[in-house]
């Protein structure tokens, strides 16, 4: 009984303590709600979605603050969605999207995850946003399951064309 009485009084004191298990001393450190800070079997950190704990994706090429990914985009690529009420913390932004919804940006770049990713099994490094648009993504997306529009418009094809952009792995 004794050695319990200690140790809640260790931890109470260390739990009151200013700055334990609080915001870190680095603000660039911290992170929204949506996502946890996750080490790895091999030993490297990396943002995961919160609680799925799925790998995060950045698209480098897409513009900042500008999220390209569309409707039959994010089937693919769903996005880490913030709520009305979440505020910016440390390099972790907001951003609108065209049909309204908030997105998690960090560093002003979108935030996704990936269809297929299952928790430190991530299978989306390296896929090009426009990959789904062609007729074999298209019938691959069919063959899993996934329902998309028959085909790209005009204005989809055209602004596909135009952008490059590769899906990266999102570490600190």
């Not at 009984?1 to 004191?13: E, F, H, I, K, W």
């Not at 960090?106 to 789904?132: I, Q």
Request: aromatic share 10%; hydrophobic share 35%.
């Amino acid at each position: 009984m004794r050695r319990l009485c200690v140790a809640l009084s260790a931890a109470l004191v260390l739990w009151t303590q200013p700055g334990g298990a609080m915001e870190p001393s680095d603000p660039s450190m911290s992170y929204p709600g949506a996502v946890a800070l996750s080490q790895g079997s091999n030993g490297a950190w990396g943002y995961k979605s919160f609680p799925q704990l799925l790998p995060l994706y950045i698209f480098e090429g897409e513009p900042a603050g500008r999220p390209l990914c569309d409707r039959d985009c994010t089937a693919v690529w769903p996005i880490v969605r913030a709520q009305s009420n979440d505020k910016p913390v440390g390099l972790w932004t907001i951003v609108k999207r065209d049909d309204g919804r908030l997105q998690w940006a960090y560093k002003n770049s979108p935030v996704y995850t990936y269809f297929e990713d299952r928790p430190n099994d991530p299978k989306g490094a390296g896929k090009n946003m426009d990959w789904y648009l062609d007729e074999h993504g298209i019938a691959y997306l069919a063959s899993v399951g996934v329902s998309m529009s028959p085909s790209p418009t005009d204005v989809q094809t055209e602004r596909v064309k135009k952008m490059d952009a590769t899906a990266e792995l999102l570490l600190p």
